[in-house]
T-cell receptor, first 114, second 111 residues
Framework: DAGVIQSPRHEVTEMGQEVTLRCKPI?????LFWYRQTMMRGLELLIY????????DSGMPEDRFSAKMPNASFSTLKIQPSEPRDSAVYFC????????????FGSGTRLTVV | GESVGLHLPTLSVQEGDNSIINCAYS??????FIWYKQESGKGPQFIID?????DKRQGQRVTVLLNKTVKHLSLQIAATQPGDSAVYFC??????????FGKGTTLSVSS
C-alpha cells in the first residue's frame, strides 16, 4: 500500500484565492482526519469522517474552511478565501475500525498564503 | 478544554544514552494513548501505543509507561541513536473521538 497520499506537497497562493487540498486514504480504512500543524498551536484536529460522514467539524476555524468526502477513497479540504494566517502544514490521516496502531498520516501539504 | 501536553519542549542526549520523554494529559476519560515520531518534512509516524488497562508496554528499544493516577505518560528510548532525532508527540483519545495531540518534544541526539 502506498500509504495516505496527499496533494499537492507545497502550495503557494495569494490572499483571497481558493485553495483545495486533496487526500487519498489507505484502502480499507473507514476513518479520515484532517489536521493542521503550526509552530504556535501544534497539531490541531480540523474535522474527521467516519464511513464518509463528517462526525466532528468543531475544529474547522470558520466558514472559509470546508471539507468533503464524496467516497471512501478521496477527501478534499477547501479554503475560500484564503488568508495569510491559514499558512500551515495540513495533514490527512486515516485509520481502520479498531484503534490499534493509531492513525497513518500522509506527508502533508505545506500551504503558504502571501 | 481538555489537552495533552509535554513537560519539556527540547531534550538533548548523547548517542547511546537512554532518553525519557514525558507527557501529561488532563482527560481522565481517555483510554488509549499513542506516541508518534515526526521527522523534518514528514508526517507523524506511529511508535507505540498503550491502553488504559495497562501500565507498561514494550517495543523494540522503546517502552511506554502509563500512570493513570497522576495522568502521566512517558516514552523511554534505549540506547538512543542519531536516527532517533525528531519531534515526539503524545496523543490520546477515548472511543468515538479523534486523537488529541500534545505540543511535542524535540529530541536531539549528538554522536
Amino acid at each position: 500500500d502506498a500509504g495516505v497520499i496527499q496533494s499537492p506537497r507545497h502550495e503557494v497562493t495569494e490572499m483571497g484565492q481558493e485553495v483545495t487540498l486533496r487526500c487519498k486514504p489507505i484502502s480499507g480504512h473507514n476513518s479520515l482526519f484532517w489536521y493542521r500543524q503550526t509552530m504556535m498551536r501544534g497539531l490541531e484536529l480540523l474535522i474527521y469522517f467516519n464511513n464518509n460522514v463528517p462526525i466532528d467539524d468543531s475544529g474547522m476555524p470558520e466558514d472559509r474552511f470546508s471539507a468533503k468526502m464524496p467516497n471512501a477513497s478521496f477527501s478534499t479540504l477547501k479554503i475560500q478565501p484564503s488568508e495569510p494566517r491559514d499558512s500551515a502544514v495540513y495533514f490527512c490521516a486515516s485509520s481502520g475500525s479498531n484503534r490499534n496502531y493509531g492513525y497513518t498520516f500522509g506527508s502533508g501539504t505545506r500551504l503558504t498564503v502571501v | 478544554g481538555e489537552s495533552v501536553g509535554l513537560h519539556l519542549p527540547t531534550l538533548s542526549v548523547q548517542e547511546g544514552d537512554n532518553s525519557i520523554i514525558n507527557c501529561a494529559y488532563s482527560n481522565s476519560a481517555s483510554d488509549y494513548f499513542i506516541w508518534y515520531k515526526q521527522e523534518s518534512g514528514k508526517g507523524p509516524q506511529f511508535i507505540i501505543d498503550i491502553r488504559s488497562n495497562m501500565d507498561k508496554r514494550q517495543g523494540q528499544r522503546v517502552t511506554v509507561l502509563l500512570n493513570k493516577t497522576v495522568k502521566h505518560l512517558s516514552l523511554q528510548i534505549a540506547a538512543t541513536q542519531p536516527g532517533d532525532s525528531a519531534v515526539y508527540f503524545c496523543a490520546e483519545n477515548q472511543a468515538g473521538t479523534a486523537l488529541i495531540f500534545g505540543k511535542g518534544t524535540t529530541l536531539s541526539v549528538s554522536s
